[in-house]
């Protein structure tokens, strides 16, 4: 079946424009039923403006005329060349200079080094890498492991900070929800006891000391 563009905002304006039912519109604009009554109600898509399939050219006349004067119809999507140009275009890899592919294996080491929690994939994708050179550098088996030595990917000029961020906090967060769903609890350093510190005995020599002072 066709994709819809805008689906919700389609949806939006069959409902305000149409007598079709909710499930014909969630049916055409491929959404859940109680979402499209939800749209309706005002609960859902408040604030998207309706997307006229008609005139972007994913529905006919003839199919919408067929579809409101039969509860039971289900209508057809037609391709528009108008949809497949509005169409995000798939991000194509990262490419890296030829004079910073040689920085790339200290990136990754220092990735390893100090964000084990961000996966490989992300690597890859970050550095426009291969989880083999992943690999290579992490059991040492890399042809120029000898000289390779973590660096900051920022300072390499491999990535900017934004971009490091983003994909730190996301493994961060990933990392946060795993342990949390095999109950894992970071409670964080703790306070030792005095006794085991020693401070107490410290104390009570002082005050010992000041004590026998006051005596003299």
Known sequence: ???????????????????????????????????????????????????????????????????????????????????????????????????????????IAWFLRNHPEITDGQIVKILGTTKATIEQVRNRTHWNAANI???????????TQLELDAVVKKAAEKKAKDDARKGIVDDGPSLRPASETGLLEDDEVEVEVETEGFED
Not at 55 to 72: I, K, P, V
């Open 1 to 107: 079946m066709t994709d819809i563009l805008m689906p919700k905002a389609t949806a939006v304006w069959l409902i305000d424009n149409t007598s079709l039912t909710f499930e014909q519109i969630a049916d055409f604009c491929q959404l859940h039923h109680l979402e499209v009554k939800g749209i309706a109600d005002g609960e859902v898509a408040r604030d998207i403006r309706g997307a006229d399939p008609i005139a972007n050219g994913q529905l006919s006349r003839e199919e919408l005329d067929a579809a409101q004067a039969n509860s039971n119809y289900r209508m057809k999507p037609q391709k528009s060349r108008h949809a497949e140009l509005l169409k995000p275009v798939k991000k194509a890899p990262r490419y890296t200079p030829v004079s910073r592919r040689q920085d790339r294996p200290d990136a």
């Open 149 to 159: 030595k973590p660096v900051d990917p920022v300072t390499l000029g491999l990535v």
